[in-house]
């Protein structure tokens, strides 16, 4: 598939935990994006990792590429119960303009 | 404050009965993607106008058509809908000020399609 795969599928943890999603992916890649989307609702962009780059922060939001393993991960430090969402990374291949999204992760935090 | 916006929010339609999605941006941007969603799958795109370029993927149906009449505005059009068309239907924006640019993608709330 030329889909990203992520992992876990759900996650489901305590409100001030960290939580850590992995995605994988086959091709090549301009950039990684990271999205949340509450149940029943659209997208929201939450970061944007370029393939020369290893590492990024945004607030709570830290995420690294290593493009020799093909993978990246997303770490929420000190959930929040509003955190609750599914995550999906998105890739951005070199040829052609397009996002391709693995298939999420669904994570619950409890209060 | 600018936004992608979509409506309906929730369409329900009859089997084969053509039904037509609207989407509108106030962002300016030149790139307007519709995706469909099934229940807990990823979005898979449909088609997509860079400009007033259009650009079908290999694997969307005939069944979708879009038309997008001047930047603000895109619409997916379904000519038969199936009961395997009842997905939520994304229409997300970005600008790209090349076709190699890959930058965020801002997207609408969704229309969610139900087919009776």
């Known amino acids: 598939s030329q889909q990203g795969e992520e992992d876990p599928q759900a996650l489901s943890i305590q409100e001030g935990e960290n939580a850590t999603m992995n995605c994988s992916y086959k091709?090549?890649?301009?950039?990684l994006q990271w999205y949340r989307q509450n149940s029943g609702r659209g997208l929201v962009h939450l970061i944007l990792i370029r393939s020369n780059e290893r590492e990024k922060h945004s607030g709570r939001l830290r995420v690294t590429l290593d493009t020799s393993k093909k993978s990246s991960s997303l770490l929420i430090t000190a959930s929040r119960a509003a955190d609750t969402a599914s995550y999906f990374c998105?890739?951005?291949?070199?040829?052609?303009?397009?996002?391709?999204f693995g298939q999420g992760t669904i994570l619950t935090v409890h209060p | 404050d600018a936004m992608v916006i979509q409506n309906p929010r929730y369409q329900v339609t009859q089997f084969g009965k053509p039904v037509t999605l609207s989407c509108s941006q106030t962002?300016?941007?030149?790139?307007m993607y519709w995706y469909q969603q099934k229940s807990s799958q990823a979005p898979k795109l449909l088609f997509h106008?860079?400009?007033?370029?259009?650009?079908n993927e290999a694997d969307t149906p005939d069944n979708f058509q879009s038309r997008r009449p001047n930047t603000s505005f895109c619409f997916l059009d379904i000519r038969s809908p199936g009961l395997g068309d009842a997905a939520m239907y994304l229409c997300a924006t970005s600008s790209n000020s090349g076709r190699l640019q890959g930058n965020e993608q801002f997207f609408g709330p969704g229309t969610r399609l139900t087919v009776l």
């Open positions: 106008y860079y400009d007033k370029d259009f650009n």
């Open positions: 998105a890739r951005r291949g070199t040829s052609y303009g397009k996002l391709t």
């Open positions: 962002l300016n941007h030149n790139v």
């Open positions: 091709t090549s890649i301009n950039n």
